[in-house]
Every structure is written in C-alpha cells, then in structure tokens.
Nanobody, 113 residues
Framework: QVQLVESGGGLVQAGGSLRLSCAAS????????MGWYRQAPGKQRELVAT???????NYADSVKGRFTISRDNTKNTVYLQMNSLKPEDTAVYYC???????WGQGTQVTVSS
C-alpha cells in the first residue's frame, strides 16, 4: 500500500516557477515508475511527465523544456519543477504510481496572466 501527498502548488504569475513535491508514505525506492498528471476545469486528466525506476524521463509536448521531473528514492519523494509557467498550465496536479490505483489528492496550480 502506498499513500501519496502532493504539495507546493499555489498562485503564480505567468513566467514564474513552482516546485511540486509528492511524498510517498511507503517505500517507492526503485520499485515504481512515477508520474505527474494534471486536470484543468472541464478537461480530461492528462499526463504531464513520467520518471522510470532508472530515472529516465518523458514529458508531454506542451511542457517540454519548461518542466523537469525528478525523484529522490532516499526521501521517497518525486518532484516536478515547473518554470516559465503559462496560464494554460493552470490545473490540479496529481502524482501517481504509474499503472496503479495509487493517486495523491492533488495540488492546485494557478497561473495568472
């Protein structure tokens, strides 16, 4: 059983930065691939970024070059560094163990123009 808690969301102006954290209650260690998703009002949840057990990363085209996903297995934490934020990045951001039913409760990111 894994519990995930996101933090770091907030209100930021366009062009600003935020760093999201996802702390896992259980050991994620090197066992699980992890991902960040987001859901904007009236839209479907979409994949933002993933990090594999070996540290390989993948990103949605809309965030490539602006967002960086990373993991610290010693702290059981996954991060999403978001730079050059745009109003269209406004959404609730969720972390998940890929391929599982384990999801966090989400953290709101709002980018003002």
């Amino acid at each position: 059983q894994v519990q995930l808690v996101e933090s770091g969301g907030g209100l930021v102006q366009a062009g600003g930065s935020l760093r999201l954290s996802c702390a896992a209650s259980g050991r994620i260690g090197t066992i699980y691939a992890m991902g960040w998703y987001r859901q904007a009002p009236g839209k479907q949840r979409e994949l933002v970024a993933t990090v594999s057990t070996s540290g390989s990363t993948n990103y949605a085209d809309s965030v490539k070059g602006r967002f960086t996903i990373s993991r610290d297995n010693t702290k059981n934490t996954v991060y999403l560094q978001m730079n050059s934020l745009k109003p269209e990045d406004t959404a609730v951001y969720y972390c998940t163990v890929l391929g599982s039913l384990f999801w966090g409760q989400g953290t709101q990111v709002t980018v003002s123009s």
